[in-house]
């Protein structure tokens, strides 16, 4: 009696989450009628403010711990829930502004070089939970950021920015040197006033020294809890591995954190820029498969989805879907030092597969536009007006927005050329890419045949490669040992949308992080003068970015074949503070509105 | 003379006399009737046999049609594996000979259409709307799903029989080709490892003791190796390919060949005719070879058989896991790998692969366990 009760127990359980189920999945299809208006649509009824945005991850964070973050999603939660100096905001639609969140003001340049810098911390400044936040703060994250047991390896680094601050890095490293380097003389220092100055290798100005603050995750830690999280060997800490050993400070505060679940926050009263934020309640959930996730969007679950190729297909015209190009142009990264395949090492050669790119054709293959240029429209020249350098008089100058510097005959003629001064019969190439990703594997396979068939089968064999991400990153970085370990693969690099020379940064020949084994003094040169100009001259960094993006084309060290576009689906009750996407803002989420 | 066995009295036989016997068969009529055929041997009657299992017969029809259409199929169309349409991705099938039954009629379903857009005879050109369904209004734009004609609808004046991948290319070939190299892997690593697993079975089974205690536990220890991981470290070192693939299906695969020899040599070499040979001085390479190892040809071929559709199946799974073929090879598991990527917008794409690879699998299988019977002896004259 008792089984038969059980069974009939389960049955209805079971009936009942299948009933429910097939409720979630018939309003999956009748969301489609949805009242009229829309995030981006002209009806939309205007946001009353306050509410929760419901937002998705495919995979958990790694960590809250601001010397710790590694990917754009880890970098999304913090930023949302801790505090900087300077931050990237939303000013108008497409465009941004740097205001200073923590900081007083602008820094103060203290000697006439541009060497010593001054930043002084608002007087009122308050974690979430009321605590004061001092210049101290800052100082000390700054320390431990750069502690030589801790060896943190974050994900962007002022060093990227051109901030070289005096000892930072020789302190980091000083038991792998053998050295001994105090913190004493590392370039921070705790002064007066609720101020620290920084101390610099290398000259800046105030603009430079904003942005990079507000494009790594300079979020200040809060040291009793950073300390109180440290291991006994003190290389170690736990600061951020849970939502309760984090000090919020950002414009909401972490609430919650159940990993592989749901990421919660709310709005931070203490936060000093209150302005534009109506959010009361922001969720993170997560959840890795991608059916799923469309599923919780359509039944109104979720308030945005990214969708796949095959999802666009089916979504088709759906007036919910928010293109999004992304920062990066996906360009085949060839080797100029390869010694076992050295018609590499031709310039003509290279040119050649350049101008033999037929990328109008190659953009057919998935959600892509033609690029025959590295720097994207994604990146923004003048932060003020929202200007691309794309733009710019200088960017468009030498670009083919026609053809995207497809010609054939030059291309066979050069092919034709780089053989004969080589005293080669035939050329090959092996192109590696990353295993997982399809559209990478798409262009591949096209360039592929339509090189091949472009410069005969006889005469030039390509050949594909997929291989582990992680072992790409390796093959990469290994040619400093090679030369030889690799001949060319697939790359695409985000940096800093508001900063395009950012976007040339690793290819100068002081790069920390290359892929690519391009050394160029010209090139170099250039971009040195690009970044050491204020952003305010618009016009003169803009024609030093284009000399040297313009350089880098002539040499060919890469091949830009298309950028790529992200198709998003956000729910009509949510108005986005601006419809494109930015890398370090990603889609400035906390300064969304909902309709409730 | 008396005698007696256990106490009971016998008497003796008297000595047989020529008179005793008689021959009668010389004027009788045998009623024993004369053979009226020839002598079969064991392989004339297995396939004799296995003539009359119509499963395994039907089996042997689909391989060889399949095998057929792997070498000639290719040559079917004018376009080449690799060929690429770019403008004609994902095209859906259009059979001429189908069509009328609206079966493979190059129509497809797009889904989510503005209705304020269908009479843009740029987007969609004159004729190519089929049907319009599903009205409805989204965020206050009306919305539709279009049956269209879908080489209509792109301009397509090409004619894929299975319709076309994310490149345009045409799946029919890919089928076929991809076919070819799934049966190639397939069939050269089963000989190959028949070939290794014969030769290591009999040296075990043959000289026994020491040595095949040895044999076996290298067996053993090689067997534990996870295929995965052995297809994976194959691939780190000499890169994706067939080249891969076939070492990763040969690390292992001749273990199974090997014990089952071994098994027949240690039924075999203690028969009278192997001591026979053995006692007048026949050399060993001799005996194995010639003596022992014609009586496990039966179980051999059988298990050959059986192998090649695991290897095929192995060689999909390595490919749909993405440790497949250097692109743009195809096999029928990068085929599968690629179409279950689409398959809910796009389900032709694995159909056809899916259908040829459940072909192979199932008629190597029935003809596997056809030819077991077949040539079970015990089966023999059943």
């Known amino acids: ?596 | 003379m008396t005698n007696s066995i256990n106490g009971i009295p016998y008497e003796s036989p008297r000595p047989a006399r020529e008179d005793d016997f008689e021959l009668l068969q010389l004027g009788a009529d045998l009623k024993d009737a004369k053979f009226e055929s020839p002598p079969i041997g064991f392989f004339k009657d297995a396939t004799l046999r296995l003539a009359k299992n119509k499963a395994a017969v039907a089996a042997l029809v689909i391989i060889l049609v399949v095998s057929a259409m792997a070498v000639f199929g290719p040559m079917m169309t004018a376009y080449a594996f690799d060929q690429q349409f770019v403008d004609y991705q994902n095209m859906p099938p259009r059979i001429p000979l189908l069509a009328p039954l609206g079966i493979a009629d190059g129509s497809r379903v797009l889904e989510n259409r503005r209705a304020d857009g269908l009479s843009d005879t740029e987007k969609y050109p004159e004729g190519c709307i089929l049907k319009v369904m599903n009205r409805r209004t989204v965020n206050g734009v009306e919305m539709v799903d279009v049956k269209v004609d879908y080489y209509r609808y792109s301009g397509c004046e090409e004619n894929f029989l299975l319709g076309s991948d994310y490149l345009g290319r045409d799946l029919w070939t890919r089928l076929w080709r991809g076919t070819r190299v799934s049966l190639f892997i397939a069939v050269f690593s089963v000989v190959t490892n028949v070939i290794i697993g014969v030769i290591y079975g009999s040296v075990a089974g043959y000289y026994g003791g020491k040595l095949d205690m040895v044999l076996m536990r290298v067996c053993e220890i090689i067997q534990s190796f996870p295929r995965v991981v052995v297809a994976t470290l194959f691939i780190m070192f000499f890169g994706t390919g067939i080249f891969s693939i076939i070492m990763s299906l040969l690390i292992s695969g001749w273990i199974q060949t090997a014990r089952l020899v071994r098994a027949q040599f240690y039924r075999f070499k203690g028969r009278e005719y192997v001591l026979a040979a053995r006692t007048m001085g026949v050399r060993d390479r001799a005996i194995i070879f010639r003596h022992i190892l014609p009586n496990s040809l039966g179980p051999i071929i059988t298990t050959m058989m059986i192998a090649v559709p695991q290897a095929i199946f192995t060689e999909s799974f390595l490919a749909y896991i993405g440790l497949g073929l250097k692109a743009p090879e195809p096999s029928i598991g990068v085929l599968l790998s690629e179409g279950q990527k689409v398959l809910l917008n796009f389900p032709y794409q694995s159909l056809f692969p899916g259908i040829v690879i459940s072909a192979l699998m199932i008629s190597f299988n029935l003809f596997g366990n056809g030819l077991r019977d077949a040539m079970d002896p015990t089966l023999r004259g059943t």
């Open chain 1, 1 to 596: 009696m008792k089984k038969r009760l059980l069974s009939l127990t389960l049955a209805t359980v079971m009936a009942v989450s299948l009933l429910a189920g097939c409720g979630g999945v018939g309003t999956a299809g009748g969301t489609t009628s949805q009242p009229s208006g829309g995030g981006q649509s002209s009806s939309h009824p205007a946001p009353s403010g306050g509410g929760e945005l419901r937002l998705v991850f495919s995979e958990d964070i790694d960590t809250l711990n601001p010397h710790m973050e590694r990917s754009s999603t880890d970098s999304e939660i913090i930023l949302s829930v801790g505090g900087v100096l300077y931050r990237i905001a939303p000013s108008t639609n497409s465009a941004y502004e740097i205001v200073p969140e923590y900081a007083e003001g602008a820094p103060e340049m203290v000697d006439q070089e541009g060497l010593v810098w001054r930043i002084k911390v608002r007087d009122d400044a308050k974690y979430a939970d009321g605590s004061p936040m001092t210049a101290g703060d800052f100082v000390y994250s700054l320390k431990m950021y750069y502690d030589p047991l801790l060896l943190n390896s974050p994900g962007t680094t002022l060093d990227e920015y051109g901030v070289y601050i005096t000892n930072a890095t020789p302190y980091m490293i000083q038991h792998a040197e053998g050295t001994e380097v105090a913190w004493e003389d590392v370039g921070v220092k705790l002064v007066d006033g609720n101020a620290f100055e920084l101390t610099l290798d290398k000259p800046v100005n105030a603009s430079q020294l904003e942005l990079a603050f507000a494009s790594c995750v300079m979020v200040p830690v809060r040291e009793e809890l950073y300390e109180a999280g440290m291991n006994s060997d003190r290389n170690e800490t736990n600061y951020g591995s849970s939502w309760d050993k984090f000090a919020s400070s950002g414009p909401f505060m972490v609430t919650g954190w159940t990993r592989d679940s749901e990421i919660s926050m709310e709005r931070n009263p203490n936060y000093p820029l209150q302005d534009g934020i109506t959010l009361d309640r922001i969720v993170y959930k997560i959840v890795p498969e991608s059916g799923t996730r469309l599923q919780l969007f359509e039944s109104g679950q979720l308030d945005t989805v990214s969708l796949s190729e095959a999802d666009l297909e089916r979504y088709g015209e759906d007036p919910r879907i928010l293109e999004v190009p992304s920062s990066a142009a996906t360009c085949i990264g060839l080797n100029p030092i390869n010694t076992k395949n050295p018609i590499l090492q031709n310039q003509k050669f290279r040119q050649a597969l350049f101008f033999g790119t037929n990328r109008k054709e190659a953009a057919k293959l998935g959600n892509s536009m033609p690029v025959d240029y590295y720097i994207t429209d994604n990146y923004i020249l003048d932060i003020n007006t929202g200007l691309a350098f794309r733009d710019s008089e200088e960017g468009k100058s030498y670009v083919d927005s026609d053809n995207y510097s497809y010609d054939p005959e030059k291309a066979k003629e050069l092919f034709r050329q780089a053989l004969e001064e080589t005293g080669a019969a035939s050329a090959s190439l092996e192109i590696l890419y990353q295993d997982s990703s399809e559209s990478r594997k798409k262009i591949c396979e096209y360039l592929q045949s339509s090189w091949q068939e472009l410069f005969g089968r006889d005469r030039l064999t390509v050949t594909l490669q997929a291989v582990p991400s992680q072992q790409l990153s390796e093959r990469y970085r290994s040619h400093k040992d090679d030369p030889s370990a690799f001949e060319s693969g697939v790359i695409a690099s985000t940096y800093n949308d508001l900063d395009p020379a950012s976007a040339l940064m690793e290819w100068n020949m002081n790069a920390t992080r290359k892929k690519i084994p391009y050394y160029d003094e010209e090139f170099t040169a250039l971009y040195d003068q690009a970044v050491a100009l204020p952003l305010e001259e618009v016009e003169a960094r803009a024609g030093l970015i284009a000399q040297a993006e313009a350089k880098m084309l002539a040499d060919a060290p890469f091949i830009p074949v298309t950028q790529s576009v992200s198709s998003v689906l956000i729910a009509d009750r949510v108005t986005m503070p601006f419809t494109t996407y930015n890398s370090v803002l990603r889609y400035a989420w906390p300064w969304a509105q909902v309709n409730q």
